[in-house]
């Protein structure tokens, strides 16, 4: 076999991982509360911050730290829809939308002030480790990112799924006056739901630093991601992001070998021709009304 | 002529307020012979945000369409003047126009396929357009110079540069409410305003819908291409980060929310009340570094409690109280 | 007499992804009638109504106006042409006032092109005044009740100065005295020379004022006919009121009889 192209096969199946989770809080949000969560790769930069600061200061394993980010971004997700965004749900796209981009240059302000810009890593004792098959190399990190990336978010489907808190919130995106009439209570649930959101924002942002370098705007990025991931999957189920993401992936790596400077401009390209030619998504429901 | 949304100024008291607004004309209309320095660059950034925000008005206060990517036309615009400067050796004027030209060609080739989205699709999608729009002019190095940008001569006499930049964009903001005007009397006013109000009503009533939303998009393109071309050669530097920094879209916005979308006077004013405000909240609280957070929180505010903008306060056709400020809470919490 | 035919529906369909929404349905409206569509609901009336005017597109068939093909033309292109409608679910410009709604209507309209912006809305002001809303003429449109609202459709939809024109249930949801005078209305637009195809829920309304009637159950055609034909026809009153009305319907005479 061609050794750029398994190379790029790998590279694709493990950046399938992190996207995805990168995606789906994204997803659910849109999904459930029907907002673009324009801060959500905002809320990645903390978590990668979390896990960053957690290891420098006092050498907290960045694996390890996954937790303590879920929970934090979990407590900052809930204040944020509970006590402002709850408040102005029901508006026209514009104020909510503008909202979360809002949220997202405040969040990226204060950690360029507080944090400084320039970029950082986290550099663990086995963070250049790997093992290969053939010449095909496979960073250990890398591989573990993988794996906990579909673990939470086969964790998430299972509570989504088997939970009543986790059916309280798909009631609720499908139809909110019946979930009311059902008991539910909405402010509660919306909250719920956006806080997941960014707690599983925030593990993704613990596991990108592990891999990638990190600075305070490396955010934006991640949401232009997630978007393209949602609109090529479609929206509303969880195995329509990990199909996403790895067509999205699949893009990524394959346009990147061949054009570095540009990678992020074709897969928005696609994006937009995806939009425009199928305005279905790949798979999934239809985008109008 | 409720279309024009003038009322919304000048209801009720009508003579005075016309009045005033026709002294404050006139005051900036012969500044530079008292003012220099500071307050020109100051009223010249105020001008450039006002006929961004105008033209943001086309299509995201008049026409309804959330546009986040019209930045892409301020750096499109500053770029075409300054390749049409430097590689074709024209001079400002010509080139200020290849420059708009290229922005709204860019709008049009654009906006066909774009423009056929709705709601978040089309608010994302613009987003993502110019974020690639800055991405290319960063990669294509041969052709605009990539990261290391471009440097354009300077206004020559010097010692009227100043002058120069604050008339000339103040023309712009004149030429861009006389086009408002212009526009909002006559069909593609009309045909704008019921694609905001009713796309479907509006196709079924024989407007070509399609061309009421292009036309809207060039039009705002052309304010935006027009301001990146002022402000490229005034800075005598063009690079992308800077002129296609996202900043710029929701300054251009917030201007335009602050004053009244979808009325001919309130991007101007809005582009004024921006400016003070952000201006006094840095001088008062030393928080320079903070520039970013206060226009986030400005805008939060401003969504939260008076997504139609300060005018019908300010001109006193709502009183300010706690319950006018309540109000969008109410009909819009969960 | 060999009457005009101004609409001519052939074998038109319209499916969403494997229903059928709209079966082969063919229709004459013939100048200068009021024709009327009834059915239950989800018999696809609107969106019979829906293809034929370019809102949505054509699965099948073809449809004339005035012997010109306009299969597949683009709604504006067919408001244009002289097809004017009106939406079961209003929808005025509510930013604008009742005047300019109505003036758009005659600026794009059959004879926009003729329209500047002030002979426009001076036909606004006829038509306002024609469909008696000429006191209301600078109010916005939001501040309008539904009777209102359903009249200012109407109104928008005559400043086209349309050939044909469909009224998508402009009686629904008026009490009896308002539709009578509805009705009175839709008589007095059909003899200015205007064609229409009246969409209907009350029987009532429908009985009083059309030519004809055409049913449509299923997306399929059930019947045609005069009004009296049509509403005493078994498979009508089945598909339209249900099994159990004609029962007790049948009970009711039974009784009567005995």
Redesign the interface.
Known sequence: MNYELGQGLVNVLLLTGTLTLVAVGFSIVWGILNIINIAHGAFIMVGAYVTYWLFTLWGIDPFLSIPISMVLLFIVGYIVQRYLINYVIRAPLLVTFLITFALEIVIINLATVFWKGDFRSVTTAYSGAGFSIGEIQIPYVRLAAFVIALLLTGLLHVYMTYTKQGNAIRATGMDVDAARLQGVKIAHTYALTFALGTALAGAAGSLISVSFPISPTMGGLYTLRAFVICVLGGLGSIPAVIAGSLVFAFIEVFSGVYTPGLKEAIALLVMVLVLIVRPTGIAGKAFYH | M??LGLEKFFSGRKGWLWGLFGLFMLALAVLPLFASGFWLRTLTLIFLLAAMAEGWNYI?GYTGY?A?GNVAFFGIGAYGTALAMLRLHFSFFPALLVGVAAAMLFAIVIGL??L??????F???T???A??VG??A??WTDFTGGSAGLTLPFFDPIEYSGQFFYYISFLLVIFGLWLTYFVM???MG??W??V???E??????????TWAKVSAFALSALMAGAAGAIYGYWNTFVLPEEVFK??YT?QM??ST?LGGP?TILGPFIGAFLYYILITLLVFFFHVG?????I???I??LV??FT?QGLMDFLSGKKKLTLSSLLE??R???? | MEREIILKAQNVSKHFGGLAAVNEVSMDIFRGEILGLIGPNGAGKTTFVNVITGMLPITGGRVFFKDRDITGWPAYKIGRTGIARTFQIVKPFRGMTVRENVAVGAMFGHNGHKHSTKTALKKADEVLDFVGMGHLKERHADELTLPYLKRLELAKALAMEPELLFLDEVMAGLNPKEIESAMELVKRVNQQGITILVIEHVMKAIAGITDRVFVLNFGAELAQGTPEEVLNHPQVIKAYLGEKFVERQKRKQTMRDA
Do not use: C, Q, W
Request: charged share 20%.
């Open positions: 409720k279309i995201g959330a986040f396929p774009v056929r989205l709705k709601g978040h699709y608010a994302i999608a987003v993502a357009l974020t690639a991405e290319v960063d990669y009397k006559g069909k009309y045909s305003v019921a905001r109000e009713d479907d009503a509006a196709k079924m009533m024989g407007i070509n819908t996202i900043d929701l916005i917030l929310v979808g570094a903070f520039h970013e957070t226009l986030g929180v805008i939060i969504m939260v997504p969008n809470i009909t819009h919490k969960v």
